[in-house]
């Protein structure tokens, strides 16, 4: 039995050479070439005497003791002058048997190797027997299917180089004949099964194992296309991030060896890190990548020299092609540069810059021990794979830059635009463990050595503003009960109306913590469950009127408290908008970190230093700036808040304050709540008087140091008092503040004394 390509098959396969014989009697008595003529007669006659190469036999040991006899027929087929440059074979259909070799071909299985077989690239089981009987219904049946699968042998050649054949069959000396001609499948059987083509089991169902016979022999032949075969996998191949499954693809050196037709080739890629001015490794391909010399480039040189370099490569990114480095001179020999070329045996290489839209997106080089192996020709088989490179680098950039932003999202948060570099740091860190399966534990965010600035636009008595809405609004609502009681004359209505007496009494009287709480529930529990009853049963309007004014969350009344928080919500967002606008020009003074929070009102901090941007020179300087544009700012918000604040619903003032200190701290981002924080003992006494400033007095006085229409500057010392009062002639000078500056002591607070504060109005 013939050892077929695929375990099942729908054939009986016989070999065969009636068909070619049918050719050569034709030739016998039709052609006009008696030399011809002669050749065929001869042929003809010699295979009468062994009629089973003729009528089909599964004895396939014929072509090996038939050998010289089948070479003979098949002379035409295989033209002698043409025998080393043509891969060609013949085969028996659907089996591992061939035979007739060109000589070309021979050498190749040769350089294979001894243990090499002939295997179809990326071809299974199924698929082989559904092509089968694809092959039946186009040749058979006479359906013009189109079934046209493209067919590769990968073989390696004598440098171990994988080279790839795309096979193309010749199968007009074969036949098809059906064993059992009862169970043919119908048109509309046909018709579904090629709208079927992954389901084996529908197939085998019509074309059952061995009840078909294919007779014959078949010719194949290859064609070298190791370089388009190479270019297609690279698309399928290059660098790419499959979080759930980081695993490098080791697979791209073999790729650009057959490429390139380089047996010992090298491969390295670098990313260009332009933030940093530096190359980037791809830690994920360190065992498969080689940077032999772009590692050398980046650990030889300190990083004053790499940024000019990197400035030069730039603006001139031109590729370097040098095909044989013994052609170098001495004098190049003789530098640290040609160290690495010596310590790696490097014979031949290419560094070349990716380039998209004026921007260098990566670095490659290719090295090989071998001299000669590259050069400018091989250079220019780049220019196919430029456009793929390209297209792989910056879905790297993109699919890397999500997993680090989905990182930062994770474990930290939204983080404000002047420390994302930090966290984006650790996050990359994180990331590249991730990628080479190691365990990394994020590390703590901090920046040490700053400067903060702070300053609070309050909502002057909102809190007793909402006691007294309070008020109004649950008085409102047993006015309205006690007409509603009043007026249906309920048998329970007695009772009802005594408790909200006792109610009302109590909240303008002698008002308890728990009193609102006690009201609620009692509204709850009895008054709203009988009105609810009473309204399924009558639809009275009066009882709907009173529970459209019902605020269901906490079943009270809410409309007057409802205005003072719209009104808040406005005033938080117009000065919210304010200090975000504001921002832009802050930032560009010296770039730091900025946060703000909203309660009734909005505070805002600001830290300053080196640490921040370490890139950037930082000085006194930038702070005293950052100082004025937050007075101004402020002057900005209370200026704004006079034009708006007759829209609100609720009249309301704000009172403004800015606190100076001269004391360096330390800011950490805290886990569990996801912001930053003032970080350490030692720096808490900053928060502490933060805190407590809201309500602080003047020394010797019941009144606050904060007033509506005027901003309130805290601070230490007489230096301080003489950078604001600075600050504030510049302003009066342009008509934004008054001159009727007030100098005052702050009362002592707990655990600060000694405070000062000046006091200023709006002009």
């Not at 090989?368 to 910056?394: H, T």
């Not at 230096?719 to 002591?745: H, M, P």
């Amino acid at each position: 039995m013939p050892e077929f390509l695929q375990e099942e098959s729908p054939f009986q396969v016989y070999l065969s050479f009636k068909k070619y014989l049918d050719v050569l009697e034709h030739i016998r008595y039709n052609d006009r070439l008696e030399y011809r003529v002669n050749y065929a007669e001869s042929v003809i006659e010699r295979f009468k005497k062994f009629p089973e190469l003729c009528e089909g036999s599964q004895d396939f040991s014929l072509l090996t003791k038939h050998q010289d006899l089948i070479r003979m027929l098949l002379a035409d087929l295989f033209p002698t002058g043409l025998t080393h440059n043509e891969i060609k074979a013949a085969s028996i259909p659907f089996t591992d048997i061939s035979f007739n070799y060109t000589e070309r071909f021979r050498k190749i299985l040769s350089d294979a190797g001894h243990n090499f077989t002939l295997e179809f690239r990326d071809m299974t089981q199924d698929e082989m027997y559904v092509l089968s009987c694809c092959i039946i219904v186009q040749l058979y049946f006479k359906k013009d299917i189109k079934f046209i699968i493209p067919f590769y042998y990968d073989i390696p050649d004598q440098h171990g180089i994988i080279r790839h054949y795309k096979i193309t069959v010749n199968s007009d000396f074969s036949e098809i004949i059906p064993i059992d001609q009862k169970n043919f499948p119908t048109d509309s059987e046909i018709e579904i099964l090629l709208e079927n083509l992954d389901d084996v089991s529908l197939w085998k169902k019509h074309f059952p194992p061995q009840s078909w016979m294919l007779k014959g022999f078949n010719i194949f032949s290859l064609v070298d296309c190791t370089a388009e075969v190479a270019l297609s996998d690279l698309k399928s191949t290059m660098i790419q991030i499959d979080p759930e499954n980081p695993l490098p693809n080791e697979n791209l050196k073999e790729i650009f060896k057959s490429y390139f037709d380089v047996a010992e080739l090298n491969f390295g890629l670098m990313l260009m890190d332009h933030q940093h001015q530096k190359l980037e490794k791809l830690p994920i391909y360190e065992n498969v990548f080689s940077n032999y010399l772009l590692d050398f480039w980046i650990n030889l040189y300190d990083e004053k020299i790499q940024k000019t370099a990197f400035q030069n490569l730039k603006y001139n990114p031109k590729p370097i092609v040098i095909s044989d480095v013994d052609h170098f001179d001495d004098e190049i020999k003789n530098t640290p540069n040609f160290s690495v070329l010596a310590k790696n045996n490097i014979k031949s290489f290419m560094v070349i810059p990716i380039v998209h839209e004026g921007e260098v997106l990566a670095l490659m080089e290719f090295t090989s021990e071998i001299a000669g192996s590259f050069n400018g020709l091989k250079l220019k088989k780049l220019d196919s794979l430029s456009d793929i490179l390209i297209f792989s680098l910056n879905r790297f950039k993109h699919e890397r830059d999500n997993q680090i932003e989905a990182i930062i999202q994770r474990e930290y948060t939204t983080i404000h635009n002047s420390v994302i570099w930090k966290f984006r740091n650790e996050a990359e860190k994180y990331f590249n463990a991730s990628l080479q399966r190691k365990l990394y534990t994020l590390r703590e965010i901090s920046f040490k050595n700053l400067s903060p600035l702070f300053g609070v636009s309050d909502i002057r008595s909102s809190s007793d503003k909402r006691f007294h809405l309070m008020l109004d609004d649950l008085n409102e609502q047993i006015d309205c009960l006690h007409q509603l009681f009043s007026d249906l004359n309920f048998p329970e209505s007695e009772k009802y109306l005594l408790a909200l007496d006792v109610f009302e009494n109590e909240l303008n009287n002698d008002f308890k913590a728990d009193t609102e709480q006690r009201f609620q529930h009692f509204l709850r529990e009895e008054i709203h469950p009988f009105l609810q009853a009473e309204l399924e049963m009558t639809s009275m309007q009066n009882i709907k009127d009173y529970f459209s004014k019902v605020y269901s969350v906490n079943s009270l009344f809410y409309s007057n408290r409802r205005k003072l928080d719209e009104s808040i919500t406005l005033i938080n967002r117009k000065i919210a908008d304010i200090l975000d606008e504001s921002q832009v020009e802050a930032q560009e003074i010296y770039p730091h970190y900025y946060e703000r929070f909203k309660s009734d009102g909005v505070e805002h901090n600001l830290y300053i230093g080196q640490n921040l941007s370490p890139s950037i020179k930082y000085s006194q300087r930038q702070l005293s700036e950052l100082r004025f544009w937050q007075l101004k700012t402020i002057c900005r918000i209370e200026h704004d808040f006079e034009n708006f604040s007759t829209q609100l619903a609720i009249s309301l003032e704000i009172a403004s304050l800015i606190f100076v200190y001269n004391e360096r701290i330390d800011i950490r981002f805290r886990m569990d709540e996801k912001r930053f924080d003032v970080d350490g003992a030692h720096n808490s006494f900053y928060e502490i008087i933060k805190k407590r400033l809201e309500k602080a007095k003047i020394k010797d006085s019941t009144e606050r140091i904060t007033c509506p229409g005027k901003i309130t500057i805290v601070y230490f010392g007489m230096e301080n008092q003489k950078e604001y009062l600075n600050y504030i002639s510049r302003l009066q000078k342009i008509g934004i503040l008054k001159n009727d500056v007030e100098l005052l002591r702050v009362e002592d607070l707990q655990g600060a004394s000694g405070l000062l504060a000046m006091r200023v109005s709006l002009a």
